[in-house]
């Protein structure tokens, strides 16, 4: 269970040009909640708060306001306890290249208090699942790009989390792999997990996820199942939906 | 501290990967000290074993003869060779002997008449093997003319004593192993703080701003362990890695000079006992008591590496970060190997420099209780301030997602 309610994050950075600092609010009064055995999609164009989102739901960074609750556990107050009951997942994370994958699945299993031999055993199992059981015991430092992906797919999950966040968990992989790992996704949802994904590919939203928000500008557009947004926007995909936010906003500008 | 040690594992878990590393972190002081004291020792050694070891070359002009036994009676320190032809001194610069004696023609009938009579000796005072024959030289005449004193006096009826009225005893307080214990002393500090630096720097940039660089990070940070365990967890690996260093290149290098030192040592027949090991060198107290103050000083270093790690973007932003800190550090080691410097009264309380001071004077054998103390919490208090540092550097959130 993910309870979001009306977070905010902003940034400062230095435009070098000009010379003074720019304030950018990357997330504004964004609330949310996902179910037990739903998978949520966040859709958005690049830039508009997915990671952040993301981030701040994983308890990698703090929200300037509002609060967020995992499985009843605000990730704020005791950050630890929240984060043992997520699998969080990015794009810009990365394995660690010396080990091999059955290495790096036992470590991270005794970092978040799994024990060895259950940790290898679930891992291995996974690894069977993303089909990289025959790359257990090979060091990872020759591993594709989509290859070391999966490997943190497993590690993601290795300590059976509620909770799932992925950020953008199929960029990198073939049709084929990206199948897999939506297939995966789809187990969780039946095991009961609460799972969040966000992505730039919209045919995987409509197949798998029961709830759709839509961030423009670090705020939620439409948070309901893909037919009610595709019916309330009277488009026939949902990229068709971006498309109109745009020219909403450009219209609203002008 | 669960977390902590998981991180310390697994950061050793990652250097035992990496062979080559790991080689020239461990393997290659152990090589390196003995092979390099060797070299110089030999080389030493032979260019001083081929000077004593030889006669010196002299050519002498002795009409009177006064000399004559001094010189033929000593084979093993004097070789009389000929006179070179063309300019005598131009020949003992160019080494081709060593010295060239001249006796005043009337130097018999002076002796006779208990006249001084003199020698003029030639020889180059730049060049030792020919300082040498002077110095053998002058020892062999001084037991000469005690010689001819002594019967001098025996004729007279005198005591035979009167030709050496006083005799000094001389008694080093010291001993040798202050004197030597007062050299390492001041060198030794300078050698633990270079190499537990320069030691744990690189490994300690690979586990913070390698960390972020590689993206691997944020998947640490990801899960349960705490911040603050994740940073403890990393400081004790750097400091670990410091202390193993420093450790290895000490051991090595005790090692090389008892080698060197002992062998020069037999070689000129003094003995196994004319050279203490370093163990007689200092007590187990001093090494024990230096040991205890590398700890707080192992960790400020490890603190300090990796705090600039954790704060820089990347690798080279750490590097260079550290790099002042390094020459920092050279420079304290120079300035604590100053001689004087345990005079400055305020000395006692600059941070690290304080830590050179205490082991220098444990070593010479003048420990100030009070100092060493002060030095001692001192690093230990910076230490921890550092630590809370770095700890508050990684919830910091600019310090984990790049900007
Ligand atoms: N650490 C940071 N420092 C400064 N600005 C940041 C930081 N992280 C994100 N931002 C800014 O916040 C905004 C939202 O970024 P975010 O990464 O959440 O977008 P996103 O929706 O995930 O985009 P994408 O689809 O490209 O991944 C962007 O304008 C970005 O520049
Ligand atoms: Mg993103």
């Given at each position: 269970?993910?309870?979001i309610s009306d977070i905010y994050k902003s940034f400062n950075v230095k435009d070098k040009k000009s010379r003074s600092r720019m304030r950018i609010e990357a997330v504004r009064g964004i609330s949310?909640?996902?179910?037990?055995?739903?998978?949520?999609?966040l859709?958005g164009p690049n830039g508009a708060g997915k990671s952040t989102t993301l981030r701040m739901i994983a308890g990698l960074m703090l929200p300037d306001a509002g609060t967020i609750?995992?499985?009843?556990?605000?990730s704020a107050k005791?950050p630890?306890?929240?984060?043992?009951?997520?699998?969080y997942?990015s794009t810009d994370l990365?394995?660690?290249?010396?080990?091999?994958?059955?290495?790096?699945?036992?470590?991270?299993?005794?970092?978040?208090?799994?024990?060895?031999?259950?940790?290898?055993?679930?891992?291995?199992?996974?690894?069977?699942?993303?089909?990289?059981?025959?790359?257990?015991?090979?060091?990872?430092?020759?591993?594709?790009?989509?290859?070391?992906?999966?490997?943190?797919?497993?590690?993601?999950?290795?300590?059976?989390?509620?909770?799932?966040?992925?950020d953008?968990?199929?960029?990198?992989?073939?049709?084929?792999?990206?199948?897999?790992?939506?297939?995966?996704?789809?187990?969780?949802?039946?095991?009961?997990?609460?799972?969040?994904?966000s992505?730039?590919?919209?045919?995987?939203?409509?197949?798998?996820?029961?709830?759709?928000?839509?961030i423009f500008e670090g705020t939620l557009?439409?948070?309901?199942?893909?037919?009610?947004?595709?019916?309330?926007?009277?488009?026939?995909?949902?990229?068709?939906?971006?498309?109109?936010?745009?020219?909403?906003k450009?219209?609203?500008v002008? | 501290?669960?977390?902590?040690?998981?991180?310390?594992?697994?950061?050793?878990?990652?250097?035992?990967?990496?062979?080559?590393?790991?080689?020239?972190?461990?393997?290659?002081?152990?090589?390196?000290?003995?092979?390099?004291?060797?070299?110089?020792?030999?080389?030493?050694?032979?260019?001083?074993?081929?000077?004593?070891?030889?006669?010196?070359?002299?050519?002498?002009?002795?009409?009177?003869?006064?000399?004559?036994?001094?010189?033929?009676?000593?084979?093993?320190?004097?070789?009389?060779?000929?006179?070179?032809?063309?300019?005598?001194?131009?020949?003992?610069?160019?080494?081709?002997?060593?010295?060239?004696?001249?006796?005043?023609?009337?130097?018999?009938?002076?002796?006779?008449?208990?006249?001084?009579?003199?020698?003029?000796?030639?020889?180059?005072?730049?060049?030792?093997?020919?300082?040498?024959?002077?110095?053998?030289?002058?020892?062999?005449?001084?037991?000469?003319?005690?010689?001819?004193?002594?019967?001098?006096?025996?004729?007279?009826?005198?005591?035979?004593?009167?030709?050496?009225?006083?005799?000094?005893?001389?008694?080093?307080?010291?001993?040798?192993?202050?004197?030597?214990?007062?050299?390492?002393?001041?060198?030794?500090?300078?050698?633990?703080?270079?190499?537990?630096?320069?030691?744990?720097?690189?490994?300690?940039?690979?586990?913070t701003a390698?960390e972020k660089e590689?993206g691997?990070l944020l998947?640490?940070l990801s899960?349960?362990?705490?911040r603050?365990?994740?940073i403890?967890?990393?400081?004790?690996?750097?400091?670990?890695?410091?202390?193993?260093?420093?450790?290895?290149?000490?051991?090595?290098?005790?090692?090389?000079?008892?080698?060197?030192?002992?062998?020069?040592?037999?070689?000129?027949?003094?003995?196994?006992?004319?050279?203490?090991?370093?163990?007689?060198?200092?007590?187990?107290?001093?090494?024990?008591?230096?040991?205890?103050?590398?700890?707080?000083?192992?960790?400020?270093?490890?603190?300090?590496?990796?705090l600039a790690g954790i704060q820089a973007k990347n690798t080279v932003e750490a590097?260079t970060a550290?790099?002042?800190?390094?020459?920092?550090?050279?420079?304290?080691?120079?300035?604590?190997?100053?001689?004087?410097?345990?005079?400055?009264?305020?000395?006692?309380?600059?941070?690290?420099?304080?830590?050179?001071?205490?082991?220098?004077?444990?070593?010479?054998?003048?420990?100030?209780?009070?100092?060493?103390?002060?030095?001692?919490?001192?690093?230990?208090?910076?230490?921890?301030?550092?630590?809370w540092l770095s700890t508050r550097m990684l919830r910091r959130e600019s310090a984990i997602f790049k900007v």
């Open positions: 269970m993910i309870q949310l909640t996902v179910k037990p055995g739903e998978i949520y999609g859709l609750q995992v499985c009843g556990i605000d005791e630890e306890r929240a984060r043992s009951t997520i699998g997942l990365s394995v660690y290249n010396r080990f091999t994958p059955r290495e790096l699945l036992k470590l991270f299993g005794e970092f978040q208090g799994v024990d060895a031999a259950v940790a290898e055993r679930r891992g291995l199992h996974l690894l069977d699942r993303l089909h990289m059981a025959e790359f257990a015991d090979v060091k990872m430092e020759g591993f594709s790009g989509g290859q070391k992906q999966k490997v943190s797919i497993a590690r993601a999950l290795l300590h059976d989390p509620k909770v799932v966040i992925f953008e968990p199929t960029t990198g992989l073939d049709v084929l792999t990206a199948k897999t790992v939506l297939d995966l996704l789809g187990i969780m949802k039946a095991e009961g997990r609460s799972v969040i994904v992505t730039h590919v919209m045919p995987m939203v409509e197949a798998i996820c029961d709830r759709v928000g839509i557009h439409g948070d309901a199942s893909p037919r009610e947004i595709l019916d309330r926007w009277k488009v026939r995909t949902l990229d068709e939906v971006f498309f109109q936010l745009v020219a909403d450009e219209r609203g002008a | 501290m669960r977390g902590a040690l998981l991180i310390v594992k697994k950061e050793f878990m990652e250097l035992s990967k990496d062979r080559k590393t790991m080689f020239f972190t461990f393997v290659m002081p152990l090589v390196l000290f003995p092979l390099l004291f060797g070299m110089i020792g030999k080389l030493g050694k032979n260019d001083k074993a081929e000077r004593t070891g030889r006669p010196s070359r002299v050519c002498v002009v002795d009409d009177s003869g006064a000399l004559a036994g001094v010189l033929t009676g000593n084979p093993k320190e004097f070789q009389v060779v000929e006179r070179p032809s063309g300019d005598l001194k131009q020949a003992i610069r160019d080494q081709k002997l060593e010295m060239s004696l001249e006796i005043e023609p009337q130097a018999a009938d002076k002796q006779r008449r208990q006249e001084t009579w003199s020698v003029k000796a030639v020889y180059d005072r730049s060049d030792e093997s020919s300082a040498l024959a002077l110095d053998r030289l002058r020892k062999a005449v001084a037991s000469r003319d005690k010689v001819v004193v002594q019967e001098r006096l025996k004729a007279m009826g005198a005591s035979t004593q009167l030709a050496v009225p006083t005799r000094i005893e001389p008694d080093d307080a010291g001993g040798t192993s202050r004197a030597l214990g007062k050299a390492l002393g001041s060198f030794l500090p300078y050698m633990v703080m270079m190499m537990m630096f320069a030691g744990a720097m690189q490994h300690g940039i690979y586990a390698g590689r691997t998947s640490l899960t349960s362990i705490p603050s365990q994740i403890i967890g990393k400081l004790l690996y750097v400091f670990s890695i410091g202390i193993i260093v420093a450790m290895i290149n000490l051991l090595s290098m005790a090692f090389a000079v008892t080698r060197l030192v002992g062998s020069e040592a037999a070689a000129a027949g003094q003995g196994a006992q004319a050279m203490p090991g370093l163990g007689a060198l200092a007590s187990p107290g001093t090494l024990g008591l230096t040991f205890i103050l590398m700890i707080p000083l192992g960790l400020f270093f490890a603190n300090f590496i990796i590097g550290i790099m002042p800190g390094m020459v920092v550090v050279i420079f304290l080691g120079v300035f604590s190997m100053a001689p004087g410097i345990e005079k400055m009264a305020f000395l006692p309380y600059v941070p690290v420099v304080n830590v050179s001071l205490a082991i220098r004077k444990l070593f010479s054998q003048q420990a100030n209780y009070w100092e060493y103390t002060v030095a001692l919490l001192m690093t230990i208090g910076l230490a921890c301030l550092m630590t």
